[in-house]
């Protein structure tokens, strides 16, 4: 079994989003990004991760994705974090292709977006933590990773 309270400490991903960029819209629970426990879905209006998309220009102006922004923003992030080439051009292949992102269809396109990339971050990270732990969650994200296909 893994620690699904805190995948993040299975690999080390940078932030993708800079701090300043989260100015505003921030729900006010206090718990950092990285922190958050995964047991939360989302808010049902998702304002905080359209909020976050918004500031960061990956939106138009109805909140629908700009796909060629986040393309473009994310080619910029991976720019000096190259060992997560592979990682990144999976998230511009699934989550940005043809077909329409996954998710329930109460969980808005913000969180779609937000989670197929932290899917597939994790599934494609270059820096593995090797611990039973990680493992487990490894063996978990392999199991659920041919849905995104």
């Keep these: 079994m893994y620690n699904k309270e805190a995948p993040y400490q299975c690999c080390n991903i940078p932030d993708l989003f800079e701090i300043e960029t989260n100015a505003g819209c921030s729900s006010g629970s206090g718990t950092p990004e990285g922190e958050r426990v995964f047991t939360n879905r989302g808010s049902p209006d998702c ?7 918004r500031n960061n220009d990956l939106l138009f102006d109805n909140d629908e994705i ?3 922004s986040v393309r ?3 080619d910029q992030w991976v720019a000096n974090r190259r060992e997560f080439t592979l990682a990144v051009n999976t998230v511009k292949d699934v989550c940005l292709g043809k077909k329409p992102m996954l998710g329930p269809n109460e969980m808005c396109d913000a969180d779609k977006l937000l989670f197929c990339i932290n899917s597939n971050f994790y599934n494609k990270c270059p820096n593995w933590l090797e611990t039973d732990a990680c493992t487990g969650l490894r063996q978990f994200l392999e199991g659920c990773m041919p849905y995104y296909d």
């Design 47 to 53: 304002a905080e991760r359209t909020c976050l998309l």
């Design 72 to 74: 473009q923003y994310l």
């Design 66 to 68: 700009d796909k060629d």
